[in-house]
């Protein structure tokens, strides 16, 4: 079945690092790919997404391409800040199970000034 | 406009005892889903209905768990009765049907069973 294989975390960073969280998946077809972030206590919130390859996504300084040749959706950003400490999640839409997520295991994030 | 609602927000419960948690969509989104998140298992969806029939329900983990969809704007996901290992946080999720493309989440219901 279609899967979501994240690096493992915790990653800790210092604050103006680069980040790199990578994220590869298998799935039949051509699925959507997402991040989303989970804050402290919070629910999940989309941080951006790609619906075909080569499509990049990006949104608050992150970016993540869509590589159909290495089946993988590398989350980047050129500078983390203290306030983008949060859980990150890879994820992908199932198109033919209504587009359930699955998503994958979570890398927490954690910016140190 | 209001997004998807999720209630209670916290539960604390003794084995044994029946839970129910509530799910208010987002209008006009005709799939819903539940999922839940351990930390053994990471984020994995439970089932998800589609104009309020159920779909897929192969991620219920057992006959304890149920849940239901009696109109568009209510969802419920009861579990009865609770064990000390249903203890996570169950995310409600609702998109339409006219687009793959994002899935809107709930704040989550953080479960306890002690």
């Known amino acids: 079945g279609d899967s979501v294989t994240q690096m493992e975390g915790p990653v800790t960073l210092s604050e103006e690092a680069f980040l790199t969280i990578n994220c590869t998946y298998t799935?039949?077809?051509?699925?959507?790919l997402f991040w989303y972030v989970q804050y402290p206590g919070e629910g999940l919130q989309l941080l951006l997404k790609?619906?075909?390859?080569?499509d990049k996504g990006s949104n608050k300084g992150f970016e993540a391409t869509y590589r159909k040749e290495t089946t993988s959706f590398h989350l980047e950003k050129g500078s983390v800040q203290v306030s983008d400490s949060a859980v990150y999640f890879c994820a992908l839409s199932a198109l033919r199970e209504g587009g359930k997520l699955i998503f994958g295991q979570g890398t927490e994030l954690s910016v140190k000034p | 406009d209001a997004g998807v609602i999720q209630s209670p927000r916290h539960e604390v419960t003794e084995m044994g005892q029946e839970v129910t948690l509530r799910c208010k969509p987002i209008?006009?989104?005709?799939?819903l889903f539940w999922y839940r998140q351990t930390m053994m298992r990471g984020l994995e969806l439970l089932i998800y209905f589609n104009n309020n029939v159920p779909i897929d329900d192969s991620g219920m983990p057992e006959d304890r768990f149920s849940a239901k969809m009696p109109n568009a704007s209510f969802s419920t996901l009861k579990i009865q009765p609770s064990e000390p290992r249903d203890s996570a946080v169950y995310f409600c999720?609702?998109?339409?049907?006219?687009?793959?493309?994002?899935?809107?989440f709930g704040p989550g219901t953080r479960l306890t069973v002690l």
């Open positions: 999720a609702s998109r339409p049907s006219s687009s793959y493309n994002e899935q809107f």
């Open positions: 799935a039949t077809g051509y699925p959507s």
């Open positions: 209008s006009g989104h005709d799939y």
């Open positions: 790609a619906t075909k390859a080569d």
